[in-house]
């Protein structure tokens, strides 16, 4: 279930011109109602992080089933992420979100579009050398300044079923 963390390390500190990385796929699995997240520290001012999410099994409970892809400021704890959440009365897509959470409370949140749920939907990760962060999930697509916010550590979750992540590949610039 570990993603090879030494990997992804050695991609944030290679060259400008080092090729990408290929990462093992992840399975993430939680009970309904909670939250399980895997998290990939790293270094590097840019980088480039994509790969696929399939819903394997979802369990519509109380809380609406979900996978995630964040950025975490670990000393803070400030996370940015773009979660794909089924709602039980559209279960044919995914509700695509952006939400900011400070030590674990929600600070923002804002639907920025709606993505089929039928197979696997592609996603990307990407800080700019401009301070961007730009999120892409199917054919959403979101910019976000960094801003103050000092990301290190990728975070891949999910919630409420299971989720596969495959296909994942990083791709580091410093």
Known sequence: MMLPLMLVAAAFQAAAAAPAQNLEALACTAQPNFVTKERLPFEGASFRFSGTVTAEAMELED???FASVALLQQGRPEEL???MSIQPATQRRYDVTLRRLINNEL????IIG????GG???FELEVTPERMIVFRIGEVVSRVPLGAF???AIVLGCASGS????????HGRT
């Open 63 to 65: 809380f609406a089933p």
């Open 81 to 83: 992420s773009a979660v």
């Open 107 to 110: 600070r923002e949140r804002s």
């Open 114 to 117: 709606r993505t089929p749920s």
């Open 120 to 122: 696997s939907v592609p």
């Open 150 to 152: 000092q990301p290190d």
């Open 163 to 170: 989720f596969r992540f495959d296909n994942l590949v990083f």
